[in-house]
């Protein structure tokens, strides 16, 4: 038996070796309002490399369609896509980082981080409730002893000229299938139709000098 004191002992030391596991993370993530003042410097830019990098990928797409068909556009899209959507704009020097990301991959490498992956749920809960997705999301990221990090997520949908690889696969010609499972063997990018939500286009963006939002 203990008694009350080694019980007391017994319970603190417990407390406190589960301290670590409920101690606050690292990162804090909080989505910000579009609308409010502090994000007035991020979101302008943000939109704006959205829509410079979305027109960029349909128009590399459109074009390798139609010069051979989707087994070629594989290639292009392969080899091209990270870079394309990592280029710096000229135009929108806040802009530090691009990615594409999904709930459901082709390509493991544009595996969302826990940020991301908070957004991705956050449109994922809406898409299930049949809400309208917001235009776009802005994060906040926030990490003990750092400058605060802000993201503007672009929602992406299936259009009908990205079915050819994100479709149906029986739709597919078998050497467009045998392609895709040789490059992405963990595949899971496909049965979309048009207008299904598809990922997330992420804009990381420094804020302006001096702007709220950097301080
Ligand atoms: C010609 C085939 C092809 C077409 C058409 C196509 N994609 Fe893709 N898609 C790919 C390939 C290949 C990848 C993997 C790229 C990589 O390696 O990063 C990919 C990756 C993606 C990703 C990144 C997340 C992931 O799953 O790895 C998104 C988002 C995406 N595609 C959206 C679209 C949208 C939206 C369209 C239509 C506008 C489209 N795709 C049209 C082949 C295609």
């Not at 074009?63 to 087994?71: F, H, S, V």
């Not at 981080?113 to 997705?133: Q, V």
Request: charged letters at 20%.
């Amino acid at each position: 038996m203990l008694c009350p004191r080694q019980r007391l002992y017994l319970l603190l030391t417990a407390a406190l070796s589960a301290a670590p596991l409920i101690a606050a993370p690292k990162e804090r993530f909080v989505f910000v309002d579009p609308a409010a003042p502090e994000a007035a410097s991020v979101r302008q830019p943000g939109e704006a490399a959205a829509a410079v990098v979305a027109t960029r990928l349909i128009t590399e797409l459109t074009t390798a369609l139609e010069a051979g068909g989707p087994e070629k556009a594989v290639e292009t899209c392969h080899i091209k896509a990270q870079p394309l959507t990592n280029e710096p704009i000229p135009s929108l020097p806040q802009i530090v980082a691009v990615k594409r990301t999904s709930l459901r991959l082709r390509n493991p490498a544009n595996a969302p981080d826990a940020a991301e992956r908070a957004a991705l749920d956050h449109l994922a809960a809406l898409t299930a409730a049949a809400r309208p997705p917001p235009g776009l999301l802005i994060q906040k990221i926030e990490t003990d002893g750092a400058a605060a990090e802000w993201r503007v997520y672009r929602p992406v949908f299936a259009q009908p000229q990205c079915l050819a690889c994100h479709g149906n696969p029986e739709t597919q010609s078998p050497a467009l299938r045998r392609l895709l499972r040789e490059r992405y063997p963990q595949d899971a990018a496909t049965g979309y139709a048009a207008g299904d939500w598809r990922g997330l286009l992420r804009l990381t963006v420094r804020p302006a000098a001096g702007n709220a939002a950097t301080r």
